[in-house]
C-alpha cells in the first residue's frame, strides 16, 4: 500500500480564516479529537505569533500521542527558537518553515535576489537541524514560482536536512494538470528528491483545491495538507473529508493509495471545528454537509429504497453519519446515560453523571428526541457553568414585529442576585444590555453565530459569541432548547473568561 500522510492544518492555516480564532483550550480540543480521526500530522499553530500560539502549540504536542504535532515557522531565527521554545521537549514534533520563491514575492516583499533566498534556506534549515529531525520545508508560492530556481531551493532544503518538501499553490492559482506536471517535474529533476516525501499545500481561490491535492497524488506526492470543512485562509484549504474520501471511494483511480483515518470520525470533527470556529458548514458541503446524504427527489428516494448505490456512492455510516443518531429519551434511565457517556468518551464520577442525568431529565421535558450532540452539550454545559462567576439566573423578554424588545435579566454574582431590564434593536441586543447594566464591564460584540445542535424544531441552539471586555478578545459559548437563553449564557461565558 502506498500511505498517504494526512497532515492537518486546521489549527494553523484554518485558524487564519478571518473570524475563525481559537482559544488554547479550544485547540487543544480540537487537536484531540483530529488524533482520534487518526490524522497523521497536526499543524497546530505559528509559535511566533503570539505567546498564546506558542503555548497552545506546546498544549498540542503535550497532550497529543500518535500524531506528530507540527510548528510553523518562517526562515528566520526567532521564529525557530519559538518552535522550539513550543515543541523542543515534545515526543513527536516537526518543524515547517516556508519561505517564498515566486519572483513576485522577491522582488515586492523581500526585496531579494535568488542567491539570497538560497542561502536564507539553507541556513534555516540547517539551524532547525539542531534542535529538530524532522523537518518540513515549503517554497511558499511554488507554482508561481520559476521552475528552475525552485528545484534549486528544493534541492539545497533537503542538502542542508528537510525531510518533507512541501509545494504550496499558495493563493489557488493552479489546476489538476499543472499541478501533475510540476510534481512530476520536481520527481524527476532534483537529485536527491528520493530523500523527502513529497507534500501539496492547496488553496481553493478557483474551487480547484481538492482536485489540485489528488492531482498531486497521481503524480506521486505523498503527504497532503488539508483542513475539516476546506477552512482556510481566504477561500480555504483542500477539505480533509473530500481528500479523504475520494482516496478511498475511488480507490481504483489512485491505486492502492490509502490513508489510515477513521473515516466514521469524520462528521464529528467537522462539527467540533464548526462549533468551535463559529463556521457554519453549508448544507451542500461534499461529505460533512446537512443534504451530503439527503435525496429530496421521489424518482431518487424511489430507486434508494430498491438499491442504496443508484444514487449514493458511498455509505453515511462510513463518515460517522447515523452513529450519532437518536439514542435516549424521556423513559431511559440513568445507566443508559451512563454507558452512553462512557461510550463518547467521558470519564465522570458517578456525582457528575447523577448531575448530567438531572439535567437530561430536564431536556426530556422540552425535547423528545435527545441525540449524541445533546449529551455532549449537555457536559459541555456542565463544565461551563461550574466555571462561571456571573450566573444566568433568569431571562424574560417581550419581543414582536412593532414593539421595542424588552428584556428582564436576573444574574447572580458572588451568591448575590442582582436584575435589571433594558431595550435594544432586537431581544438579544435587550438581553446583553441589560447584562451590561448588571455587569457595568463595557464590551463590544465582535461576531455571534447560532446553530442548531442537532435536527428538529426542537432542537438546542448553540450560540458562539466573540466579546472584547476589559481590553480582552474572549470568546464564549451557550447551549439551551431556547436561543435567547443560549445567547445570554454564550456572553456570560465570554465576559467570565475575562475575569
Ligand atoms: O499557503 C501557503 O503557502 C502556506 C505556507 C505557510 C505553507 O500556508
Ligand atoms: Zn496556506
Redesign the pocket.
Known amino acids: 500500500m502506498n500511505k498517504i500522510i494526512i497532515f492537518d492544518t486546521t489549527l494553523r ?1 484554518g485558524e487564519q480564516a478571518p473570524g475563525a480564532s481559537l482559544t488554547s483550550d479550544e485547540k487543544l480540543e480540537v487537536a484531540l479529537q483530529l488524533e482520534k480521526l487518526g490524522v497523521d500530522v497536526i499543524e497546530a499553530g505559528f509559535p511566533v505569533s503570539s505567546p498564546d500560539d506558542l503555548r497552545a502549540v506546546n498544549m498540542v504536542g503535550r497532550r497529543v500521542k500518535k500524531s506528530v504535532t507540527c510548528g ?1 515557522a518562517r526562515c528566520l531565527e526567532k521564529d525557530i527558537l519559538a518552535v522550539q521554545k513550543s515543541l523542543g521537549k515534545v515526543s513527536k514534533p516537526r518543524i515547517h518553515l ?1 519561505l517564498a520563491t515566486s519572483k513576485i514575492h522577491l522582488q515586492y516583499k523581500f526585496k531579494k535576489a535568488e542567491q539570497e533566498i538560497l542561502e536564507i534556506a539553507c541556513n534555516a534549515t540547517r539551524m532547525a537541524r539542531r534542535y529538530f529531525d524532522d523537518i518540513e520545508f ?1 517554497p ?2 511554488a507554482t508561481r514560482s520559476d521552475r528552475d530556481f525552485l528545484f534549486r531551493v528544493i534541492e539545497a532544503a533537503i542538502t542542508c536536512g528537510a525531510r518533507t518538501i ?1 509545494v ?1 499553490d ?1 493563493v489557488g492559482y493552479s489546476y489538476p494538470q499543472e499541478i501533475y506536471s510540476l510534481i512530476r517535474d520536481i520527481r524527476n529533476n532534483i537529485p536527491n528528491i528520493n530523500k523527502a516525501v513529497i507534500s501539496i ?1 492547496c ?1 481553493d481561490d478557483l474551487g480547484l483545491a481538492s482536485a489540485n491535492s489528488l492531482s498531486a497524488v497521481l503524480a506521486g506526492a505523498r503527504q497532503v495538507h488539508c483542513t475539516l470543512n476546506g477552512l482556510g ?1 481566504r477561500a480555504g484549504n483542500a477539505s480533509l473529508e473530500e481528500v479523504v474520501m475520494a482516496l478511498k471511494v475511488r480507490h481504483d483511480a489512485f491505486g492502492d493509495c490509502n490513508t489510515t483515518i477513521n473515516t466514521k470520525e469524520i462528521l464529528r470533527t467537522s462539527h467540533l471545528v464548526s462549533s468551535r470556529t463559529g463556521f457554519i458548514v453549508p448544507p451542500n458541503k461534499a461529505i460533512v454537509g446537512g443534504n451530503a446524504f439527503r435525496h429530496e427527489s421521489g424518482i431518487h428516494q424511489d430507486a434508494i429504497l430498491k438499491k442504496r448505490n443508484t444514487y449514493e456512492i458511498m455509505d453515511p455510516k462510513d463518515v460517522g453519519m447515523g452513529e450519532t443518531e437518536l439514542v435516549l429519551g424521556k423513559h431511559s434511565g440513568s445507566h443508559a446515560l451512563a454507558k452512553r457517556l462512557a461510550d463518547l468518551g467521558f470519564k465522570l464520577d458517578s456525582e457528575k453523571i447523577r448531575i448530567i442525568f438531572e439535567k437530561f431529565k430536564a431536556l426530556t421535558d422540552k425535547k423528545k428526541e435527545i441525540f449524541d450532540d445533546d449529551i455532549v452539550a449537555l457536559v459541555e454545559e456542565e463544565m461551563r457553568e461550574k466555571k462561571q462567576v456571573y450566573e444566568l439566573v433568569s431571562i424574560k423578554v417581550i419581543t414582536g414585529t412593532d414593539i421595542v424588545p424588552q428584556a428582564f435579566v436576573a444574574i447572580k454574582y458572588k451568591r448575590k442576585t442582582s436584575q435589571a431590564q433594558s431595550s435594544g434593536d432586537g431581544p438579544v441586543d435587550a438581553c446583553y444590555n441589560a447584562v451590561d447594566k448588571i455587569t457595568k464591564i463595557k464590551t463590544k460584540l465582535l461576531s455571534y453565530k447560532l446553530e442548531a445542535i442537532t435536527k428538529g424544531k426542537d432542537a438546542q441552539g448553540m450560540v458562539r459569541v466573540e466579546v472584547i471586555a476589559k481590553g480582552k478578545n474572549t470568546v464564549g459559548r451557550g447551549s439551551s432548547t431556547d436561543i435567547l437563553e443560549a445567547s445570554v449564557k454564550a456572553y456570560l461565558d465570554a465576559l467570565n473568561k475575562t475575569l
Open positions: 492555516d510553523l516556508f515549503s511558499e508560492d512541501n504550496p499558495t499545500h488553496h485562509e
